[in-house]
């Protein structure tokens, strides 16, 4: 059988990303090997801080991702069904509990060796995602290790923003020393200075490829900015990451001379919202892309992570960049209005045709409001949006047949307006 | 009694049909406070009612429009009224951190009810930070002189002293009806003790605690019947007020409850504060040092599997029944490892899954009638 065409223009770069992360968990799975400390990481904490004690650490849902998108997913959840979770907890939560059992497993001769990181010498979790804190709580139970969780609260407004900021920083203090006391080294600050400047550097690079993805067809999918995430995750701050972003963006420049899009004969731009649903992007992409209909920008990439004025991260101020970037994540997920304006300025820049709210259990923050949402920028903007439901990881929230029913009538109802203008 | 019992009840299921007339007839201004940690004192202090705001027994009508059907009951039902203008009597809301549903109501009360007042209260969750004193108690102050502002009343130590007095009586007359419970089992209802602690949430402390000690007083001299029915704890139930349909179920099966951990129970009573040094210094206090451990808050320094343990054994139970609420993700993520230490220490325990809507009740007292069996061959 021959393998079918595939409509979409996958970037030559992003398929790196594969290797990446293989070379990022093969070193974490060395860490008792090489003598170094290993931690678990729950939610976006600052990896800055991490990397400058030369610390292996696990990003749990960086795990998820890259094991769903590898069908290596559904082991983790039986395994964590058998104890008793319910199937009604973010699946993260779930697939990263099985992670737990398998570490603390006797016996893995019958385990796939990419299920395996070795057990933590410590846990770091933020409360932004309350879930993931909750999983961490959970954890530092069991495996009775020294853990740190940072208090991130739910700012609704620009003043309760910036008391955030003071109270983060000040809890990223109080992790330095106690990395030091963990270590029993001191915390190694021109490090974390040097971090910090190829922290900007990739951060402006992905920054541009984003305003580069806004001509018009858009060079880049969503999904391609979705699997950014992975570098500039596990390996933020590094070279690793500033030549990745290099290349992405050379790539990105070299298609929106050539004006090749991602998508043939781009006819619609959308924007996404939430998570991805990592077991479908190829199919989606692909169902989207024969209908000429291009998944551009959404809230998750384009929002966080540093997206937000990169440039004014001060290498010489590490801590106030780290606390500010942290602050800022948990109020974009706190403030549906906030969220709304946002969502607003993406559909003016990527000059968007619709929006795709994907709903999911498992990233609660995004979900109350999606009607709203969508209600509002119809409003503002004469812009129509369409629900579907998923998850990131599980495929038993999701139908293939649902979905794509609904996405073929949203396509209509958008090439009905299209035809109307 | 059952007059008092009957009034409570009657305040508990119907709560903002209560507060309506409440308000017509006295005229002053209700706060609805999100579960479950508003310190309700600092809102009393400033000449107002504070309430926590109770899920309705209506069904659900708006549905999944704005709040998806995997959110809670008391989520789904609040999202409900508030897009339905139900509160809209109410003349301000206040917002705890406590988990993502919640955190996305807040932002449907604060979008949906632009005209009255509105506070986000940033509770700590990680409660043991060195950071999180000092942040709480900025927080606090905010939020006093925010009240302060809005009630246009001043709100000196003395007179919050005073509030926090007529909470602590509140809060002692409930912990001695939990007593009596506990003490002669059979004697108090699982259903009538919840609509007690529901009906304070809602009514003003005085008038509350007025009627509970007349209650007290008639059920002081009673006796409990004992029926040799089997002893158990209720635990979970966070934020919402479990039916009373399946409370009775459960006593109906041949259990007797003689404690709990419910937030409409032992949770919402637990600690009083002092009444000497800063009050506020005590309200932190209260938050970061939670007598009962939380699901919501992380690294607390206390277990809520010793607590439930403990529970147990003071109370003389022979079981636990777990009443989740469906979707409840914090308490689901909690629930193994409760029931691994209650299985290391021996005591026997189920779950039932609460939902706004209860399909069938009848399965429900199968399975709690085999639980009863179960723990009853045990005891031979």
């Known amino acids: 059988m021959t393998q079918p065409v595939k409509l979409v223009r996958r970037l030559e770069t992003a398929t790196q990303v594969k290797g990446l992360m293989k070379r990022y968990y093969d070193g974490l799975r060395r860490g008792r090997e090489d003598d170094k400390t290993v931690a678990w990481t729950y939610g976006p904490v600052p990896f800055e801080l991490l990397r400058a004690m030369d610390i292996r650490f696990e990003h749990l849902e960086s795990y998820g991702a890259y094991l769903a998108a590898r069908q290596g997913q559904e082991h983790l959840k039986e395994l964590s069904n058998r104890v008793g979770y319910s199937p009604d907890i973010c699946s993260y939560a779930r697939l990263t509990q099985g992670v737990h059992m398998l570490a603390e497993s006797k016996d893995t001769t019958q385990v796939r060796p990419e299920l395996l990181v070795p057990k933590p010498d410590f846990m770091l979790a933020v409360t932004s995602c309350h879930l993931m804190a909750n999983t961490y709580d959970f954890q530092r139970r069991a495996l009775k290790v020294p853990g740190f969780v940072i208090d991130v609260p739910f700012t609704k407004s620009m003043s309760d923003f910036k008391r955030s900021v003071a109270h983060v920083k000040r809890q990223l203090e109080d992790f330095i020393v106690f990395l030091e006391e963990l270590t029993g080294r001191p915390f190694d600050h021109d490090r974390l200075r040097e971090i910090m400047v190829k922290v900007r550097e990739a951060a402006m690079l992905r920054v541009e490829c984003m305003k580069l993805s806004q001509s018009t067809p858009s060079p880049m999918t969503i999904f391609d900015h979705f699997i950014c995430l992975g570098p500039m995750h596990v390996w933020r701050g590094t070279t690793e990451s500033v030549e990745y972003f290099k290349a992405l963006k050379a790539e990105v420049e070299q298609r929106v001379a050539n004006k090749i899009g991602a998508v043939p004969d781009e006819k619609y731009r959308l924007y996404w919202d939430n998570l991805p649903i990592w077991f479908k992007v190829g199919r989606l992409s692909e169902k989207l892309g024969s209908a000429g209909a291009n998944l551009i920008a959404g809230i998750y990439t384009h929002c966080f992570f540093y997206s937000h004025e990169p440039e004014k991260i001060d290498p010489d101020h590490p801590l106030d960049a780290i606390a500010e970037e942290l602050a800022y994540i948990t109020m974009v997920f706190s403030n549906v209005e906030y969220r709304t304006d946002m969502i607003q300025k993406l559909c003016e820049d990527y000059r968007i045709n619709g929006l795709v709210m994907h709903s999911s259990r498992t990233c609660q923050p995004m979900d109350i409001g999606q009607m709203d949402i969508i209600n509002t920028i119809e409003k503002r903007l004469g812009i129509p949006g369409v629900v579907i439901d998923g998850d990131p990881t599980d495929p038993s929230y999701y139908s293939d047949a649902q979905t794509e029913t609904r996405l073929e009538a949203f396509l209509e109802v958008l090439q009905a307006r299209k035809k109307a203008a | ?380």
């Open chain 2, 1 to 380: 009694m059952e007059q008092i019992f009957s009034r409570f009840k009657e305040i508990a299921d119907q709560p903002y049909g209560y507060l309506r007339k409440w308000k017509e007839q006295n005229g002053k201004k209700i706060i609805g406070c999100l579960p479950m940690y508003v310190p309700e004192e600092i809102i009393h202090a400033a000449g107002m009612l504070p309430v926590v705001l109770q899920k309705s027994n209506e069904q659900i009508s708006l549905g999944p429009a704005n709040v998806q059907s995997y959110f809670c009951g008391i989520v789904r039902s609040l999202g409900d009224m508030i897009q339905e203008n139900k509160l809209n009597f109410l003349d301000g809301v206040v917002s705890p951190d406590i988990c993502l549903a919640i955190r996305g109501l807040s932002n449907m009360a604060r979008m949906r009810m632009r005209d009255i007042y509105y506070f986000d209260l940033l509770l700590p969750l990680a409660v043991k930070n060195k950071a999180s004193r000092p942040f709480l108690r900025d927080e606090l102050e905010r939020f006093k002189a925010s009240l302060e502002e809005f009630s246009g009343n001043k709100i000196e130590r003395d007179s919050l002293l005073r509030s926090i007095q007529v909470f602590n009586e509140n809060r002692a007359l409930l912990r001695e009806l939990c007593d009596l419970r506990r003490n002669k089992p059979g004697l108090i209802g699982a259903a009538d003790l919840s609509s007690t602690v529901v009906a304070g949430m809602v009514m003003p402390k005085e008038e509350h605690s007025r009627l509970l000690a007349e209650l007290l007083s008639g059920l002081r001299k009673k006796e409990a019947p004992s029926n040799g029915a089997v002893r158990v704890v209720l635990s979970g139930s966070l934020c919402e007020f479990p039916s009373r349909d399946i409370l009775d179920l459960i006593e109906d099966a041949g259990c007797i409850v003689v404690d709990d951990d419910l937030y409409a129970g032992g949770r919402y009573i637990a600690s009083d504060l002092g009444m000497d040094g800063d009050p506020l210094e005590a309200i932190a206090s209260r938050h970061l040092d939670m007598a009962i451990p939380c699901p919501t808050r992380f690294d607390q320094g206390s277990d809520l599997g010793d607590y439930l343990v403990n529970l147990v054994n003071t109370s003389r139970a022979q079981g636990v029944i777990f009443l989740i609420v469906k979707f409840c993700q914090p308490h689901d993520m909690y629930y193994p490892y409760l029931v691994e230490k209650l299985q290391e220490a021996g005591i026997p325990n189920m779950m039932i899954e609460t939902e706004h809507e209860m399909p069938s009740v009848g399965q429900v007292k199968t399975r709690v009638q085999a639980y009863i069996e179960m723990i009853r061959r045990k005891a031979k």
